[in-house]
């Protein structure tokens, strides 16, 4: 009976330690835009990140996701702008783990039940990606990403490849503009 909650208590430890460093995306667009015109981009503002080697690699990612789809990188005009914007944070998690159950137990006595609660606290850092029209300024298309931060920078790196892989995986959006 106690293993088993033992074990249930690390079940949920890990559970709770997985949701905590899952990736999450949020992806929307302006259904209307005519996104099969734009082939042209230019970065309006380059990120700024604490991390002083993220900024470029965040670039290089979004180039390269841009240029597999036909995209071209322009110095003077473009079709569209973007933007990039870094932030992090710390987080947190509660690990609550019981032991013991309150009720009455063996000759009647009443024992209590004692709960344990463990808080961890861990970076998380967040990339939007913004990408504007270049005639009319407005928004035409917008990427997030947020996940938990490692001390390792390389472990950091290959999360920032794989966030924005999966942002730009579905771009650019069919619209009723590109669809005919």
């Known amino acids: 009976m106690k293993t088993s909650r033992v074990l249930l208590g690390i079940c949920l430890g890990l559970a709770i330690a997985c949701s905590a460093s899952a990736q999450k995306l949020f992806i929307d667009y302006d259904h209307k835009a005519p996104f099969s015109d734009y082939r042209t981009y230019k970065w309006l503002r380059k990120p700024q990140s604490p991390d002083p080697f993220m900024a470029d690699r965040i670039v290089e990612a979004v180039n390269a996701q841009l240029s597999a789809r036909g995209w071209h990188e322009s110095r003077d005009q473009a079709d569209v702008g973007i933007t990039a914007n870094v932030a992090t944070r710390r987080a947190r998690t509660v690990e609550r783990f019981y ?82």
Not at 124 to 144: C, E, N, Q, T, Y
Not at 161 to 168: P, Q, Y
């Open 99 to 180: 032991s013991g159950a309150p009720g009455w137990g063996w000759r009647w006595r009443w024992r209590p039940g004692y709960v344990t609660t463990t808080v961890n606290s861990y970076p998380m850092g967040s990339l939007v990606i913004d990408i504007f029209d270049a005639k009319d300024k407005g928004i035409v298309w917008r990427g997030a990403a947020t996940q938990a931060l490692s001390a390792n920078p390389d472990k950091n790196t290959k999360k920032l490849s794989k966030a924005v892989e999966k942002l730009f995986k579905k771009f650019p959006p069919q619209t009723a503009e590109s669809r005919g």
